[in-house]
Structure formats: C-alpha cells, structure tokens
Nanobody, 121 residues
Framework: QVQLVESGGGLVQAGGSLRLSCAASGNIFRVNSMGWYRQAPGKQREVVGTITPRGTTNYAETVKDRFTISRDNAKRTVVLQMNSLKPEDTARYYC???????????????WGQGTQVTVSS
C-alpha cells in the first residue's frame, strides 16, 4: 500500500557527483521523517542522513560536508545530493520513510528497493 520509488545510482568516478531521489506513494496520510541509508558488502547498514518534515537534518560524520539531504513535502520526495564522491562511498543506498497511513493509527517505517552506487578511482 505504501511504496518508495527510487531513481539515480550508477557508476561514477571519484570526485564526481550523483543525485538520488525517492518518492513515497500509496495510502498515505502523513510522511514523517525520511532518510537515506547505505550498506556495503560485509558491512552493517548505516545511516547516511535523515530529515524531518520541518527540514532538520542529521548526517553521518563520514559524509558530512559532502552530501546534502532535502525534501519536498508536497511531492513526498527526498533527495540525496552526493558530491566529492569517494570509493568508500560505494554501497547500495536505501530510501527510508516513516509513514502514517491513517490518522487514527501510528506510523510505520518503509524502505525502498535500494539503488547501487559505485565509485571508481
């Protein structure tokens, strides 16, 4: 009933930029916090950045000052702008959203299918 559809990802050279987008759709009353996470082979999934409906952001120290997360509440989208990419940024990136489907129920978290980002050097 709730889908997170991602776009972007691919192969990019070190120092380059990439823009990931994610749109929430389906039975949605309200979208609360949204975020981007990533997982490299053999590693745990880690948070990249999160953003509240009011625009308050938090970033992992490893991406701070290089990545920027933003959102459009009307479009129910969240964007991750990645600059100065490094090989260690290589991972599968996942979109996350805390969604309240109806007003009288609590929210639940939903995940996108993930998109691969590979940074070469």
């Amino acid at each position: 009933q709730v889908q997170l559809v991602e776009s972007g990802g691919g192969l990019v050279q070190a120092g380059g930029s990439l823009r990931l987008s994610c749109a929430a759709s389906g039975n949605i009353f309200r979208v609360n916090s949204m975020g981007w996470y990533r997982q490299a082979p053999g590693k745990q999934r880690e948070v990249v950045g999160t953003i509240t409906p009011r625009g308050t952001t938090n970033y992992a120290e490893t991406v701070k000052d290089r990545f920027t997360i933003s959102r459009d509440n009307a479009k129910r989208t969240v964007v991750l702008q990645m600059n100065s990419l490094k090989p260690e940024d290589t991972a599968r990136y996942y979109c996350n959203a805390d969604v309240q489907r109806v007003w009288f129920e609590s929210s639940s978290q939903y995940w996108g299918q993930g998109t691969q980002v590979t940074v070469s050097s």
